[in-house]
């Protein structure tokens, strides 16, 4: 069974969490990655907003890798 954050939870940290990366060249609309916290758990949520209807679209939402990830989950570790 493969494990989701609850709508509830994405919810909060797009109200909530910090945008810690921008992609304003995504097509067909800009896109920010947003982390914040599920309980204890780190979670990140990739959503774009059209800014002409205001409508914001979930793109993704997971909780982050330390392999890809620094320990803050903010940081993307080089590779």
Same mark, same amino acid.
């Given at each position: 069974?493969?494990?989701?954050?609850?709508?509830? /939870?994405?919810? =909060?940290?797009?109200?909530?969490?910090? #945008? #810690? @990366?921008?992609? $304003?060249?995504?097509?067909?609309?800009? $896109? /920010?990655?947003?982390?914040?916290?599920?309980? *204890? @758990?780190?979670? !990140? %949520? %990739?959503?774009? *907003? =059209? !800014?002409?209807?205001?409508? $914001?679209? #979930? #793109? &993704?939402?997971?909780?982050?890798?330390?392999?890809?990830?620094?320990? =803050?989950?903010? &940081?993307?570790?080089?590779?």
């Amino acid at each position: 069974m493969e494990r989701r954050p609850s709508r509830k /939870a994405v919810k =909060d940290v797009l109200l909530c969490g910090e #945008i #810690i @990366e921008e992609y $304003s060249d995504d097509k067909p609309y800009p $896109s /920010a990655l947003f982390f914040g916290w599920l309980g *204890l @758990e780190p979670l !990140h %949520v %990739v959503v774009a *907003l =059209d !800014h002409v209807s205001g409508w $914001s679209f #979930i #793109i &993704t939402a997971y909780n982050p890798d330390l392999d890809c990830f620094e320990s =803050d989950y903010k &940081t993307r570790r080089r590779t």
